[in-house]
């Protein structure tokens, strides 16, 4: 079973940009599963979808988000990463990833990670 694991920095000041890395382990980012999503839940509230990038390298990203993001890959370390510029409080949440299929049927997630956002 494919397993995905979140890694980065707990803690990130307002107005950096915020990295992640998510490690596919038991399977490939070129080949298993179609999309490989980055998803966040901010305190209290539901669960957002961020952006993804395909098996192929193409990327996805929510328009609310797209003027900050950036989601690429690392093939050779069969990992794929998340860059969000331009931080605020706001962004603080728990991130996730996860790989969907080609109709965004979410199949493996990662445990998460706290990001919080603060000065």
């Known amino acids: 079973q494919v397993q995905l694991q979140e890694s980065g920095p707990g803690l990130v000041k307002p107005s950096q940009t915020l990295s992640l890395i998510c490690t596919v382990s038991s399977g490939s980012v070129i080949r298993d599963y179609y999309y490989w999503n980055w998803i966040r839940q901010p305190p209290g509230k539901a669960l957002e979808w961020m952006g993804a990038?395909?098996?192929?390298?193409?990327?996805y990203y929510s328009p609310s988000l797209e003027s900050r993001t950036s989601i690429s890959r690392d093939t050779s370390k069969n990992e794929f990463i998340l860059q969000l510029r331009a931080v605020t409080p706001e962004d603080t949440g728990v991130y996730y990833c996860a790989g969907a299929n080609g109709n965004f049927d979410f199949r493996s997630w990662g445990q998460g990670t706290q990001v919080t956002v603060s000065s």
């Open positions: 990038i395909t098996k192929s390298g193409n990327t």
